[in-house]
């Protein structure tokens, strides 16, 4: 049997009862939460009615009592308490299950919550509240940061290191072969290309992250909608974002052009995902217009999950109505198929997901450098043994020939040039050893040799240059070009060692294509010698045809067009469900080869299933729109509704 409804407006209580109802509460505790019907600001009383029978939507206030000083931060209970109940409107008295109220709200506690004033951002951001601007930095310099850190990321390459040292050695006056300043040059020049390089990736970030703040959104002041810069907004101010846009925050969805508050996003600068994805808003805020609403979302403190949110809003005082994952719209993403959205922005600038996710320009060295490291430190290694030798050996020599040193050339230690005996630059038999050491370093530097990182650094400037003019690089849909972003790794273009992938399409196209079908027994796969067809439909004057030609079976078109009998009712019937059965959305866009016409995009969350619905519209069932209550297919020359 189906169950009855409750009524709408259940027995009034007399105030002696309801005083002893409040009397037996227990202090610091709520009561026990109550389905809210949904209230519309209009007199119609048909649309409460409707919405008070939908069984999908159900409200609850889950607050438990908490041992917490009144001093702490904002919460829902202060928030409920400075409003006004709404007057007029029973509840029936009908408790929730445990399991829902904790899959709802899931203890959110509030010292780790963070309370959203929903079109009051001085408020939400008023002391001891932390938060952010929108304004974001990618850049990995300043103009104070960039010489220091540049230079500890370039010795990170060892042979620097190396050439550091042999420049060091110069400065010593028993080693000197040239003046320092030549000594250091070559060193220098290698340090300078390098820097000027990276200073002019980071100079280009540094220009991304100032046209992406400087970009501007419609934020809603004094009522009206306004242009404002991404860096000016912050937490709490109610934004308008319109098809094709990018969001310029994480904002919770309050309302959409569509009536039953669906918005479609599209998430490819978040997780790669071309589809859409499909959000909510929550009905108790579709029903106020955006100028009016008020009200409190307490939600999770920032985090890098782009796949969960836990919240609960609060509007008017009484109930809170809890939002997940389908609530919010992320930063980055597109609004795709639907008109207009407006949100309530409840994480800016870098408390974002997307700026979460974010680890920074990262310092990236090629395979080529990693095998140039390991190679120098071989040399290095060669290379002190040798000097080892030859300082041992000296030694040696100089022991042995002590009672000589006062005459023999180059060590002489006695100066014989006065009439009083002086001595040379003598600094005893373990120093000369030392020098012999260095002096030996000197002259086998030529082991590693520094004009081969020079010409590495001209090399990789030349082969940037090239990749970008290239013309077979060239884009002529998006008319750009080739952008080497990183200058240190040309080398290890195309050099793959291993493919790790974890589904197809991740490396490959993934195009599905419709080649046959099998009708009431019998097989139609003959469409090898057939004609791409898009089969073009006429709707408001205006030709679309679908995007994607499919090749089609002649005889199974002739059969959709013109048979009879129980085959031809079974075909129309199996290509009516291709094009009706799937979660596509239609997307008209311009048609750059006939400015008269348009084009119609499937876009969906599978390839099959824009695979069959292209197959559909190519054999006479077009799929031209599709809203949350009804979708139009054109079935061959006539418009049907479902």
Same mark, same amino acid.
């Given at each position: ?114 309370? *959203?004033?929903?079109?009051? !951002?001085?408020? +939400?951001?008023?002391?001891?509240? &932390? /938060?952010?601007?929108? #304004?974001?930095? @990618? ?98 101010? *109610?934004?308008?974002?319109? !098809?094709?846009? +990018?969001?310029?925050?994480?904002? &919770? /969805?309050?309302?959409? #052009?569509?009536? @039953? ?120 290694? @060669? ?120 589904? @197809? ?138």
């Amino acid at each position: 049997m189906r169950p009855e409804r409750p009524p709408l407006h259940p027995p009034a209580q007399s105030s002696h009862e309801a005083a002893e109802a409040d009397m037996d509460l227990p202090v610091g505790r709520l009561p026990d939460p109550l389905p809210s019907p949904i209230i519309k600001h209009s007199p119609s009383m048909s649309i409460q009615s409707r919405s008070l029978r939908s069984s999908s939507v159900h409200f609850a206030v889950d607050f438990r009592s908490r041992s917490k000083p009144e001093s702490a931060s904002p919460s829902i209970e202060s928030f409920r308490t400075a409003r006004s109940r709404t007057p007029g409107v029973s509840r029936s008295s009908t408790r929730r299950s445990g399991s829902e109220r904790v899959g709802s709200q899931r203890d959110l506690r509030d010292e780790d919550a963070r309370f *959203v004033y929903i079109n009051d !951002a001085p408020r +939400t951001n008023a002391p001891p509240a &932390v /938060l952010p601007d929108n #304004s974001v930095h @990618t850049a990995k310099y300043s103009i104070a940061t960039f010489l220091p850190r540049n230079l500890y990321e370039q010795f990170h390459r060892v042979a620097n290191v190396y050439f550091l040292i042999l420049a060091a050695l110069n400065f010593v006056p028993q080693l000197l072969v040239f003046s320092p300043v030549a000594g250091i040059l070559p060193l220098a020049f290698v340090l300078g290309v390098t820097a000027v390089k990276d200073g002019y990736e980071d100079w280009r970030r540094h220009r991304s992250d100032k046209n992406e703040n400087n970009r501007t959104a419609s934020v809603l002041v004094d009522g009206v909608f306004q242009p404002k810069r991404w860096k000016e907004m912050q937490v709490g101010d *109610v934004v308008r974002v319109v !098809a094709n846009e +990018t969001l310029p925050c994480d904002m &919770v /969805l309050l309302s959409t #052009s569509d009536p @039953t508050g669906v918005a479609y996003v599209q998430t490819i600068n978040l997780d790669g995902e071309s589809n859409l994805k499909t959000r909510y808003a929550k009905q108790e805020t579709m029903l106020t217009p955006p100028e009016a609403l008020a009200g409190l979302i307490k939600c999770e403190k920032p985090n890098r999950n782009i796949y969960g949110f836990l919240a609960t809003v609060d509007l008017d005082g009484r109930r809170a109505v809890s939002l997940g994952t389908s609530s919010i719209m992320l930063r980055g993403c597109e609004l795709k198929n639907t008109a207009w959205a407006i949100g309530v922005a409840v994480y800016t600038g870098s408390d974002t997901k997307v700026m979460l996710n974010n680890s920074g320009a990262p310092s990236k060295r090629s395979r080529l450098d990693t095998q140039m490291n390991r190679e120098t430190i071989a040399l290095a290694v @060669t290379l002190v043994l040798l000097c080892s030798t030859v300082a041992l050996l000296t030694g040696i020599w100089v022991g042995d020939h002590n009672d000589q040193l006062g005459v023999i050339p180059f060590f002489r230690k006695y100066d014989y040039s006065s009439l009083e005996v002086g001595k040379y630059n003598w600094f005893g038999t373990g120093a000369q050893v030392l020098f012999a050491f260095m002096s030996g370093v000197i002259q086998f530097q030529v082991m590693i040799p520094i004009g081969l990182f020079i010409s590495m650094e001209i090399v990789r400037a030349g082969q940037a240059y090239f990749m970008v003019q290239d013309d077979h690089m060239f884009d002529d849909k998006n008319k750009a070009r080739f952008q080497c972003r990183a200058l240190n790794i040309n080398e290890d273009l195309g050099q793959i060692k291993f493919v790790f992938s974890d589904k @197809t399409g991740t490396l490959t196209e993934n195009k599905m294509e419709f080649r046959c079908a099998s009708v009431h027994g019998r097989d139609f796969s003959e469409n090898d010698g057939g004609e791409e067809d898009r089969n073009a439909v006429l709707v408001d004057g205006v030709s679309l045809r679908p995007k994607t030609p499919v090749r089609r079976d002649p005889k199974l078109a002739a059969l959709l067009k013109d048979g009879t009998g129980a085959m031809a009712g079974r075909a129309r019937d199996l290509f009516l469900a291709l094009a009706t059965c799937n979660t596509i959305v239609p997307i008209v866009e311009e048609d750059a080869a006939d400015p008269a016409a348009k084009v119609l995009e499937y876009q969906g969350e599978s390839p099959d299933e824009q695979a069959l619905v292209y197959a559909a519209a190519a054999y006479g069932h077009t799929l031209v729109e599709r809203t949350s209550g009804h979708i139009i297919v054109d079935v061959l020359g006539t418009r049907q509704r479902y």
